[in-house]
């Protein structure tokens, strides 16, 4: 029996886990689960998964369930109880499936144990890939990654080398401007921005993906998991989302992954690996589906995606600063205080005035996500 | 050094692969080559690779240029000849690359000596699969596919477990006559039927491609490589002929390898694996392909993939019968003697009334191949 340790269950991510932990109930049971402040469904999740332990981020949200807490289950608050869940309570696996900067920690604290790392949190490799990439090797731990993306990059390269991988292929739905002009950002709402055509997801990564930067995230995800340089990593647009990703190999011969665009996928097999095992998830269809279609990403009209393969190759704390940038600016347009279009404005200044460190720590990495922030809030 | 004994090198996949042998020269030399009757190109192949044995099948052609080889190197001549050279020279990969069911019995003889295999030649595993897989174990020899399809299911299944499939999917390109109505068939010319939009090959396996035994004979030989029941084996159109083939897994995940379709690839796939060596043949660019089509194919218009898929479920000689009925009768257009759409009538006339041998030995195997030839030749 697997124990899981879920960082983040309320989310799109972490539902989707413990949905596929049901259906692994005779290998798989949950050791713990965190939340923010959704504290109705995490009850909802304690009665049908009996965590041994379980973490609300909002103090305020916690205190108001503290009561009803089943016996056996331990409850923890804040940031000090994500880290101190992390490091003390007993599991084999860590679904690192919290958005944002704030899942770094508690996840350096699973691989500083060695532990298999099921990765959907992005900004832990691209924030702090070098160091996360060095205490994996340090501690024996692994990462599985989690992102469609990743996952299939990491499936076509089972039983490959990755020294004869010749580059990376990254599969982008386009997001739901795909077919917008540059123009129609200065006038996008929130509205049109969080509506996907092809992924149910939490707001924040959809309006990445109206943006683009998901995939830049991506790109330097990519990066640290599989050791390439950017010049090897390529994004195509594939609005039907049915090949998750590519690898094209120093042959010319290319892999890729296929499935519906369903998280459940990867997440099991990250659960699972190396094993394969038999589930109940719909099947792709490709006669039905009928057309896979193919083009190149326009870099001027998404220059989200720009700004990240640049931080990539600038390095240092770059990468941290265009996401915490990103992390604020895409907040600010979610409560309509900015237009569409100054997210990448923001992102820029951002890269352009907190300084790099080129060679970081984690101090300086938290510090230069903190300045950034606060940058990036006193801007307007 | 590895010498490589190349079985019909002045066919289509002969020549691909002495192209291959050149640019790996470094690593591989040519052990010996045979050919049917094509002496001139023979003769060129010789000065440039320097073989210690040729074989030419044709007596009066054998003939004709016994002066004309070069010392160091010799010459046999017919069935005995290719018997020999399979069973004397030295080599480590035997290239199978001769059309039709007289590959049999050479690549026979390179199984009981335990080499590598790269089989191009679909009929050893067709007409023989049961005794050539025990006799690959037995020998510790090793199949590598040369079939731009089945060197996809490889290369899909490097790192994986046969037991985590779920389905292997054959991509077909539906050949020149994908789009026409099955009353065409009438009146198709062999010209019409030569002219395939993708793959330049030999005439016998174009014609099976117009009529998709091609893909009947793939599907059979998937069935012997993989080891999987033909339930578990599907055909799907893709007529741009860039996904090769995929795997389907018991997770719902597909793999699927793609590249332009240029038997290269698979053959020097064939020849380096486990390696992957770095060459500078095209690239696949997908953007600029656009789309990927697929659809399922019409079993009432093209009966002899029905057909294959009949006889793998029958077994025992029912594919011998209508592998050896379908080279007559292609024959047989490709003379003018027979429309274009008596192919499949007289590989069902051969399947209705010559006898099966339900637990076949190569004996029997021969003798099922001779009696179905002398059938269809005297149905007309």
């Known amino acids: 029996m697997k124990k899981v340790f879920v960082l983040g269950s309320t989310g799109s991510i972490g539902v989707n886990c413990l949905n596929v932990i049901s259906n692994l109930k005779y290998d798989f049971e949950v050791a713990g689960l965190t939340v923010n402040s959704n ?49 003390e309570t007993e599991y084999d696996i860590f679904m690192g499936a919290m958005v944002g900067f704030a899942g770094l920690a508690p996840t350096l604290e699973a691989i500083k144990r060695g532990k298999r790392i099921a990765l959907a949190n992005k900004e832990t490799l691209v924030v702090a890939g070098e160091i996360v990439t060095k205490l994996v090797l340090e501690n024996s ?32 739905s386009g997001g739901p401007f795909r077919d917008k002009d540059k123009s129609f950002f200065e006038t996008a709402t929130v509205d049109e921005a969080l509506n996907h055509p092809n992924w149910k997801m939490g707001s924040k990564i959809t309006i990445d993906s109206a943006t683009m930067m998901n995939k830049g995230l991506e790109v330097i995800e990519a990066h640290w998991l599989f050791g390439l340089p950017a010049e090897k990593i390529e994004v195509v647009i594939h609005p039907q989302s049915i090949i998750h990703s590519m690898v094209q190999f120093v042959d010319g011969s290319i892999k890729a992954q296929l ?8 997440i099991q097999y990250a659960l699972t690996f190396p094993e394969r095992v038999r589930n109940n998830f719909d099947r792709t269809d490709l006669p039905a589906i009928g057309s896979l279609t193919f083009y190149e990403p326009d870099l001027n009209k998404f220059e989200c995606l720009k700004l990240a393969f640049d931080a990539l190759n600038t390095g ?13 600016a895409v907040s600010k347009f979610l409560l309509k205080e900015i237009k569409f279009s100054h997210i990448p404005l923001l992102i820029n200044k951002a890269l352009d005035k907190v300084e790099n460190n080129l060679s970081p720590n984690l101090g300086t990495i938290f510090e230069c996500d903190k300045v950034t922030r606060e940058y990036v809030n006193q801007i307007i």
Chains 1, 2 share one sequence.
């Open 316 to 328: 240092g704390t770059a990468p941290c600063i265009l996401n915490a940038a990103n992390e604020v």
């Open 39 to 87: 504290t109705q469904l995490l009850l909802e999740q304690i009665r049908e998964f009996n965590p041994k332990v379980v973490v609300v981020r909002d103090e305020s949200a916690a205190k108001k369930i503290s009561g009803k807490i089943p016996k056996g289950c331990e409850l923890l608050i804040g940031e000090d109880g994500l880290i101190k869940a992390a490091v």
């Open 141 to 172: 731990a692994e990462i599985i990654p989690v992102d469609s993306e990743h996952s299939a990059i990491y499936q076509c390269l089972v039983g490959e080398n990755l020294e004869v991988v010749e580059k990376l292929i990254l599969t982008a």
């Open 259 to 266: 499935g519906l665009p369903d998280m459940k996928l990867p």
